[in-house]
């Protein structure tokens, strides 16, 4: 069994390995580029330097005049860079020579080059290039390069190491919530997957919902006029309406959680369910026809069509397995809801519920009774409210 750390731990470890990780390969990457542009460097101010002194002893030696020749010599010397500069005749004895005061640097390269009057080499100048304060300039790149790395990987371990601790209390929090022995787990997020696990679905208790069934509630959306839209629109148009009533219905089932179904003349039929019954998921439901509702009117009115339609939920418990029975009873809710239907005007949201009795009910929206066991809608409190407007907003988006 591998050993485990609590993650205010881990975290830091693997951000701050990655960045020494990131300081290896970068210093090798920028110590041989700055290396090779400093070389390159030297090498260039070496060839310039002794080109250009070249040519200016080249007319005082034609006229063997020495002193413009030192002159020239201690001209070039002048550069920092120059540390001395001589004139060797083609003898190889000096002639003359200019060098700068003070100690021997460390690290210099000579470079020669013959001096050539009328084709006839008439002598050999000689320079010596101090590189230290050339590699001086590329060797503060590097060091520029690592202060800014160590502020990085300082910035970037002390922030994941304040995130950490915080992620690992929170979790350990939300772990202390949960049922469940207490476990020595160093690891939270280890610790978390123990906890949750005995609450996670097994097999057992997969079969023994499918053995007890679930509870769903059947939605039926009946347009009330649909024949009249029969004969107001022609084919192309009617094609083109019911296609966008199917996307903006699937649409909404994808947020919700709702399945489709097939429906019967003029109505359009989908169920949600849940393991039990429960005023949450009557919410739901209702929040799911609601914004339906909401976004077949916006449909209407940008297609310039009236669509009055009435919505009607019944509920129940149904088994999984025999598939006969399943489908009796949905056949059966689809039944209730049709009837209900039929005794409802255009527009409105009605509930059939033998489980909550209206007062039970207005603790998730408010309803007015129609009949027994039947619940008009008239509004959800307002921050649901809020909350639909903007879930309506958005499927408006996708759909118109």
């Known amino acids: ?153 300082g910035a970037t371990t002390y922030a994941s190491v304040k995130f950490a601790e915080q992620f690992a209390r929170r979790l350990r929090i939300l772990t202390n919530r949960l049922p469940g022995s207490a476990e020595s787990i160093v690891d939270e997020i280890s610790a978390l997957e123990a906890r949750i696990q005995p609450l996670l679905s097994t097999g057992g208790q997969t079969d023994e919902h499918v053995a007890s069934g679930y509870y769903y509630s059947m939605v039926t959306a009946t347009i009330k006029n649909r024949q009249r839209l029969n004969k107001q629109l022609n084919r192309e148009n009617l094609e083109l309406l019911f296609e966008k009533i199917d996307y903006c219905t699937s649409r909404a089932l994808e947020l919700y959680g709702g399945q489709r179904i097939e429906g019967s003349d003029g109505s359009i039929c989908f169920y949600i369910r849940s393991t039990q019954s429960s005023k949450q998921h009557l919410l739901v439901c209702l929040m799911a026809v609601y914004s339906l509702q909401q976004l077949l009117e916006r449909l209407g009115t940008k297609l310039g069509v009236d669509l009055d339609i009435n919505w009607t939920l019944c509920s129940d418990n149904l088994p999984t397995l025999p598939l006969f029975r399943h489908h009796e009873g949905m056949a059966a809710l689809k039944r209730s809801s049709a009837e209900l239907a039929d005794r409802l005007e255009e527009g409105v949201i009605a509930i059939y519920c033998t489980e909550y009795n209206i007062e039970e009910l207005s603790s998730i929206a408010r309803f007015q009774a129609d009949e027994n066991n039947c619940f008009v809608l008239q509004g959800f409190p307002e921050g649901r409210q809020k909350l639909l407007e903007t879930q309506i907003l958005h499927l408006a988006g996708v759909c118109l």
């Open 1 to 153: 069994m591998h050993r485990q750390y609590s993650m205010a731990k881990k975290f830091p470890a693997i951000v701050l390995c990655a960045n020494l990780v990131l300081g290896l390969f970068s210093w090798i990457i920028l110590s041989t580029q700055t290396s090779s542009l400093a070389n390159h460097a030297v090498a260039d101010k070496s060839r310039t330097s002794i080109g250009q002194l070249v040519e200016l002893i080249r007319t005082p030696l034609f006229n063997d005049d020495t002193i413009s020749i030192q002159v020239a010599l201690r001209s070039a010397t002048e550069d920092p860079a120059i540390y001395s500069a001589s004139f060797y005749n083609v003898s190889n004895e000096l002639v003359t020579q200019s060098k700068q005061s003070g100690e021997t640097p460390e690290n210099m390269e000579t470079v020669s080059a013959p001096v050539e009057l009328q084709n006839t080499q008439a002598g050999t100048v000689y320079i010596e290039v101090n590189s230290s304060p050339i590699y001086s300039q590329y060797r503060n790149v590097f060091l520029s390069w690592l202060l800014l790395w160590l502020l990085f990987a």
